[in-house]
Nanobody
Framework: QVQLVESGGGLVQPGGSLRLSCAAS????????MGWYRQAPGKQRELVAT???????NCVDSVKGRFTISRDNAKNTVYLQMNSLKPEDTAVYYC??????????WGQGTQVTVSS
């Protein structure tokens, strides 16, 4: 079992920055691939960025150059640094953990609103 708690969301103006955090507990964090997803009102949940257990990272094209995913295995935490935010980045952001043979786990989500 893995418990995930996101934090760091809020209201920010276009062009601003936020850093989301996802704290994990309950299992061996470093063995899990971690991801950030988002869901805007009326839309399906979509992948934003991932990091493997080995530390490789990837972001979807819509956020490349603006968002960075990272992990700190010593703190059992994965981060999403979001810069140059746009109104279309407004969504609930969810943290995800997965490992073969162990299932997929989700946090409760944190709201990010980009508006002037």
């Amino acid at each position: 079992q893995v418990q995930l708690v996101e934090s760091g969301g809020g209201l920010v103006q276009p062009g601003g920055s936020l850093r989301l955090s996802c704290a994990a507990s309950g299992s061996i964090f470093r063995l899990y691939a971690m991801g950030w997803y988002r869901q805007a009102p009326g839309k399906q949940r979509e992948l934003v960025a991932t990091t493997t257990s080995g530390g490789s990272t990837n972001c979807v094209d819509s956020v490349k150059g603006r968002f960075t995913i990272s992990r700190d295995n010593a703190k059992n935490t994965v981060y999403l640094q979001m810069n140059s935010l746009k109104p279309e980045d407004t969504a609930v952001y969810y943290c995800n953990a997965r490992k073969v043979g162990s299932g997929v786990y989700w946090g409760q989500g944190t709201q990010v609103t980009v508006s002037s």
